[in-house]
């Protein structure tokens, strides 16, 4: 069973059980799946300032940072008892040559280490991926109004136009970061 | 405000979630790079799916008038459906420069560091940041 679970999941198995998540998340309390606002939460829980976005009741969303509690968790769990096999993962061949040829050597686990690591913030890379990155998947969520979570699974399934603009920007912009910036910062550092 | 007892159904779906973004390896960078280069059908098969299964979950409760567990009305409007309002198009793009660069997006941000990689520590108050420097400049923003 553990030696079963342990492998890979496919996304015919990963994407239907993370789409329950939804329904599961109405039938308890009416609740919206979207994880971005936890950022506006912690936000408004320990600096908020005079600014009025966060001037609200942050913890009528504790809900949300219960369930962000249980992820840290879960993954870990994923990650230890459930630990994959092979710590390389999976990924196309032509990904494979793509990211070789950007300048990436080492494969094992979920993200390059050379890069995304304490080591690797001194690099121009990977302070570009972790921290200018991370900046504008706060900034931009926020000002979409939802991330993955919220726009893409949330607001989809209910057919919400909103939804699929925001969802179309994500995908521009993660191409324009893939395509454009990531060669110019590896090419630069 | 919910009382700490109430939270408990949250953490152990959150968990569920961990281990599901994990071991579909949703968070790894190398499949977010995959799915930016349409070299595979993974990412695609994980989102298109989850989308299906909640569209269609969420219609059956719908359908049926379906009740919470505590009896009460479900509400299941998101976000209001305006036309091309900036803020989607133009927050989204942002979000989505930062989502492949980082290769993460906010819940994987979390898987991430209970994966043990600490440096995501670092993303988490780069992305914390960022929603705070949203918040200041929200008023000179373009919205509708």
Request: aromatic share 14%; with cysteine; hydrophobic share 50%.
């Amino acid at each position: 069973m553990i030696e079963t679970l342990s492998q890979p999941w496919p996304w015919w198995v990963a994407g239907p059980l993370i789409g329950l998540i939804v329904p599961v998340l109405l039938l308890i309390g009416s609740k919206q799946f979207g994880l971005s606002t936890s950022f506006r939460q912690i936000c408004a829980a320990t600096a908020p300032g005079q600014i009025e976005y966060f001037r609200y009741d942050w913890k009528r969303g504790m809900w949300r940072l219960a369930l962000i509690l249980g992820i840290i968790g879960g993954a870990a769990i994923g990650a230890t008892w459930l630990a994959s096999p092979d710590p390389v993962i999976g990924i196309s061949e032509a990904t494979n040559s793509d990211l070789v040829a950007l300048g990436i050597t080492d494969f094992r686990g979920m993200v390059p280490s050379e890069f995304i690591s304490w080591s690797g913030l001194l690099t121009l890379p990977g302070f570009v991926m972790v921290v200018v990155g991370g900046f504008f998947v706060g900034f931009g969520a926020r000002y979409a109004d939802g991330c993955t979570s919220g726009h893409a699974i949330s607001g989809l399934s209910t057919f919400q136009f909103s939804s699929l603009i925001a969802v179309l920007g994500f995908f521009a912009g993660g191409l324009v970061a893939t395509h454009l910036l990531l060669p110019l910062v590896f090419r630069a550092g | 405000m919910i009382e700490k007892k109430g939270l408990l159904p949250y953490v152990i779906l959150g968990a569920f979630l961990g281990i599901v973004f994990t071991k579909g390896e949703v968070i790894s960078w190398f499949r977010i790079q995959e799915m930016f280069r349409f070299q595979s059908f993974h990412m695609y098969g994980i989102i298109g799916s989850a989308v299906a299964v909640a569209a269609l979950a969420t219609w059956v409760i719908k359908r049926h008038e379906l009740r919470t567990l505590g009896g009460e009305e479900i509400e299941t409007k998101v976000k209001p459906s305006a036309g091309l309002n900036y803020r989607y198009w133009i927050g989204g793009s942002l979000f989505g420069l930062g989502w492949g660069l980082l290769g993460a997006c906010p819940g994987p941000i979390y898987a991430l560091i209970g994966n043990g990689i600490t440096v995501m520590f670092v993303a988490l108050f780069a992305a914390l940041a960022g929603a705070w420097a949203y918040g200041y400049f929200a008023p000179r923003l373009p919205h509708h």
